[in-house]
């Protein structure tokens, strides 16, 4: 089982997520001194300080961590790791809010002392991160927490060309904010609920993070069994015999040996410049080359090289040990700094002018160090501490991090003016090499082990879902994108100077509505290949012709080449409805509705970005961008497995049992639906085994079979709810509608961007709408409020035209579409999709999806190509009446023939669908055997 089929792996990166959040705020912060000290010491704000000043400011950093080590990790055992996780983003929070605000050197202190106090969760969180995912992951999940650290950097420097201190300082409280909402929706550490003996809710944690497979639970079994040993003994201790056991500790070998190793470990991350060349590094390369711009340059490619490198060695921590890692990459970073030393030294006594050679060399240092020494080395800091120690080890270890940060950053300035900078890369080399050896004699290989085995070794115990929405979503916000891309191209073609093609108004709607009229076709075509090869194949397909009509338009010469771009792009079109429905194949019933909202939420996201991107960039920029989204989808498809409806549909059950399991996992009741979708699906087959006139005839037959015609009529109804409430034709007109009622472009463009960010923030409330209110009364109630709005909307311009009604509310309109667009997808417009995706029975998937692909392009092309029409004919009062009227009677219409859907299975809803009552699925081995 790889990764992408491993719920787990996306259970435990939840949990990476925070804290990779909580890691590009600490790069921020440890950057930030590099930005802040040249403003305070230049004449660039309103805050003044001395040299001596700058550095106390950048040190007080270090030695505030101390009393943070000296108090958070004894609440970490206390209190549990997700608190304190929580606590420490929301210090970071409160330290930059300060930075903001601050206008005196007090101010300054206080934010960095309070920063400094949450320093300590550096370590604490690469802990914390240990303990929740598996040991295989481990390795690789701390590089992704250390490139974020990077990542932090870059952003911090890369602001500081065109931000002020004070605006990169506001900026910096969003990491944070992220990750302490995210740690929110944690459970706790199984270790930890170990540790304070609540045994039951350790293994709802475990299972949870890591599984209930024959290895996981014979580590869960271990874990409990040591810590109720380790429990027992802490009963029967007194509070005064705890505190002589606290300070014993630090005479065992179990604490000792790990405590040295981290120790060891720690001078070399700061000998390497982990940290002083984050804070130091556009002064160091200043005093070097005299040049401010080429250092900010050098710092931002130090950044881009540390992220790449972290990247890299996510695989190299996979196939190496780390004894190996940390001693091979050890080794040639002291050769690079005393290569650079040396090189320094020539410059300096034989006055050589070229710089390039030095930062070359600073440049390879900072990626050789991060892409083998940091990550193993904080990975080993994580994993090595026996749990029984884990308090008092992020304690101790704790004090030495940040006093070694506190001391190198004070006197680094110090070091610099006394030996010169070939001194102090000299220096640097040797506090590397020393730790090395040692680390010899004394580091165990933790490799691939749990901590519990690492914990024995240390004593001498030698013992040897997500992903189908993730790649949905992406071609998603490409979706948003295509949706959105003509709102940028026609005024660009309709604009005298701003772009090298033109056309008139009449080509512009025909190049708008040939998305539509392509997408008939690819109706035609696209859902016979769905039926017969598979829906993993014609997901790739969609994604690679979309792709392929952005380049066209990016590389076109004339009008022409606009239209065959269009067109090509038109043909996946088909993918607004194919995709739905392979998503809810690929889905369980209770997430089904989640999971079309989060789809819809991300097509949303793509407009959204188009639409910004409007100010900015050119149409033919937004076009090379828009390949991205589809390129990463079609890698991610490649990870599926092929849906397990299809396999049942094809008859390979051997297949669609793995499929299904890798889905859905093994428990009763998916084993229930499992069968049930086998069964249903070998009747059909033993029925389908016809000559081919008769499939002809039974083809056709379809359109008069009531398991058809019902789900038919029912998407005709939705279909209609989500052309007249605006779901495309407002992503391509809306610019035009609200320059049309107020006469301002800015206005218009603004009124644009509102409304993709309420799109947004209503598809994610309504993703508890969805789950809390059924199909029927989210259509009905949401549909009936949408055409009030669309009513009221229409009556006001129309007063508005006739006799001046509010006309110095230039606002109000736009702002009750917005709401209008609000209303819209919190309900209708995800659950029609939903509804859309859901109701047609297994065996009309095919000939389903293109007659409701037919009607849906239909509408879409006739709405694009009409809109433009019927705002000159009748108005944009008009034009809402007539679509507010629309979604009136379909809501109607749906009132009598819509059968409820919510929590069913597929197969459930085709038995209604057909009036079946009740089904008794036959036995997997029946069905085995049968099979044979």
């Not at 370590?123 to 490139?147: C, D, H, N």
């Not at 009062?877 to 809501?891: R, V, Y």
């Amino acid at each position: 089982m790889t990764i992408f089929e491993d719920v787990h792996f996306w259970r435990q990166s939840l949990i990476l997520l925070a804290e990779s959040l909580h890691s590009i705020g600490i790069g921020i912060t440890l950057t930030f001194s590099s930005v802040l000290n040249p403003a305070l010491l230049s004449q660039s704000t309103d805050l003044r300080v001395t040299p001596d000043q700058a550095s106390w400011m950048a040190a007080i950093l270090g030695f505030a961590g101390m009393i943070g080590f000296c108090i958070v990790p004894s609440i970490m055992q206390r209190y549990g790791r997700k608190p304190v996780h929580m606590v420490l983003s929301f210090l970071n929070v409160v330290g930059f809010t300060i930075f903001y605000n601050a206008y005196s050197v007090t101010a300054l202190y206080t934010a960095k002392f309070i920063q400094g106090f949450s320093i300590c969760g550096f370590t604490l969180t690469v802990i914390i991160l240990a303990e929740y995912s598996a040991p295989k992951r481990r390795g690789y999940f701390m590089t992704i927490k250390k490139a974020n650290v990077g990542i932090g950097s870059l952003i911090c420097h890369s602001l500081s060309f065109t931000w002020n201190w004070r605006q990169i300082a506001s900026f910096s409280v969003i990491p944070f904010a992220f990750a302490f909402l995210v740690t929110c929706i944690w459970p706790e550490s199984p270790a930890f609920l170990a540790m304070r003996g609540n045994f039951a809710e350790c293994r709802k944690s475990h299972s949870w993070l890591f599984g209930d497979d024959g290895k996981n639970e014979e580590n869960l079994e271990k874990l409990i069994q040591v810590q109720a040993e380790r429990s027992g003994e802490k009963r029967r201790l007194s509070f005064v015999l705890r505190i002589k056991r606290f300070f014993i500790k630090m005479k065992r070998i179990d604490f000792l040996k790990p405590f040295a190793i981290v120790a060891l470990l720690t001078v070399m991350v700061e000998a390497c410049g982990r940290y002083y060349m984050l804070m130091y590094s556009i002064q160091i390369v200043i005093d070097i080359t005299g040049n401010k711009t080429g250092a900010l340059v050098c710092s931002i490619v130090a950044d881009c090289c540390m992220i790449l490198a972290l990247c890299i060695s996510g695989f190299v921590i996979r196939l190496f040990n780390r004894r190996t890692l940390l001693f091979s990459f050890g080794l040639l970073t002291a050769m690079l700094l005393y290569a650079l030393s040396v090189l320094l030294c020539l410059k300096r006594n034989f006055n050589l002018d070229s710089n390039w050679p030095v930062l070359f060399l600073l440049t390879s240092i900072s990626f050789v160090s991060n892409l083998g020494i940091i990550p193993t080395a904080f990975t080993i800091i994580s994993e090595i501490f026996p749990l029984e120690h884990k308090g008092v080890g992020a304690f101790a270890s704790g004090l030495i991090f940040t006093g070694l940060l506190g001391v190198t950053v004070k006197f680094i300035p110090h070091v610099i003016d006394s030996v010169g900078m070939d001194g102090m890369f000299a220096i640097s080399g040797s506090f590397l090499v020393a730790p090395v050896i040692l680390l010899y004699y004394t580091l165990v290989e933790t490799k691939d082990k749990t901590l519990l085995e690492i914990e024995e070794e240390i004593k001498g115990i030698k013992r040897q879902r997500s992903l189908v929405l993730i790649g949905d979503s992406i071609h998603s916000i490409g979706t948003g994108f295509m949706l959105s891309f003509s709102s940028v191209l026609n005024p660009a073609l309709l604009s005298p100077n701003s772009t090298d093609i033109r056309a008139t108004p009449e080509e512009v709607s025909w190049i708008s509505a040939s998305l539509g009229f392509a997408g008939m076709i690819g109706f035609l075509i696209i859902p016979p290949i769905f039926q017969y090869f598979g829906r993993r194949p014609v997901h790739i397909a969609l994604n690679s012709l979309v792709a392929l009509g952005f380049l066209i338009l990016y590389f076109s010469k004339s009008t022409r080449d606009l239209f065959v771009g269009k067109f090509v792009q038109g043909i996946a079109t088909c993918g607004v409805t194919i995709t739905a429905i392979i998503i809810a194949e690929y889905s369980h019933p209770k997430r089904r509705g989640c999971f079309m909202t989060f789809k819809k939420a991300s097509v949303s996201l793509g407009s959204l970005i188009c639409h910004s991107l409007y100010f900015a960039w050119s149409w033919r920029s937004i076009a090379l961008l828009s390949v991205l989204p589809y390129t990463i989808s079609s890698i991610i498809i490649l990870f599926w497995p092929e849906s397990p409806a299809y396999l049942a549909m094809k008859g390979k059950y051997e297949e669609c049992d793995r499929s299904h399991s890798w889905m859905f996992g093994d428990s009763g009741k998916t084993k229930r639906d499992l069968e049930e979708l086998i069964s249903a699906q070998m009747k059909r087959k033993n029925k389908d085994k016809k000559r081919p006139m008769e499939v002809i005839r039974r083809i056709l037959g379809k359109f008069l079979r009531r398991d058809f015609m019902k789900p038919l009529l029912i998407v005709f109804l939705v279909t209609v709810i989500i052309e007249a409430s605006g779901r495309f034709y407002m992503l391509i007109y809306i610019i035009q509608i609200v320059k049309e009622i107020t006469g301002n472009t800015s206005i218009a463009v603004y009124c644009s961007m509102v409304s993709d960010l309420s799109t947004m923030v209503a598809l994610a409330i309504s993703g508890f709408v969805v789950k809390f209110m059924t199909r029927r009364n989210i259509i009905i109630y949401f549909g009936s409020a949408t055409t009030v709005l669309m009513y009221l909307i229409s009556l006001l311009l129309y007063l508005k035209t006739k006799s001046n009604f509010l006309i110095d509310w230039v606002w109000l309109t736009p702002a009750l579409i917005v709401v209008h667009t609000f209303i819209s997808y919190v309900g209708v417009i995800p659950t029609a999709f939903t509804i859309i995706a859901e109701i047609f029975p297994l065996e009309h998937k095919g000939i389903g999806s293109f007659s409701a692909g037919v009607l849906f392009i239909g509408g879409f092309t006739v709405t694009v190509k009409l809109i433009p029409s019927m705002i000159n004919m009748a108005g944009v009062e008009g034009l809402f009446a007539f679509f507010a009227t629309c979604i009136l009677l379909s809501t109607i219409a749906l009132y009598f023939v819509l059968i409820e859907t919510k929590d069913k299975t597929l197969q459930q809803i085709e038995d209604e669908i057909k009036g079946v009552k009740g089904r008794f699925p036959k036995l997997m081995e029946q069905t085995v055997s049968e099979k044979a």
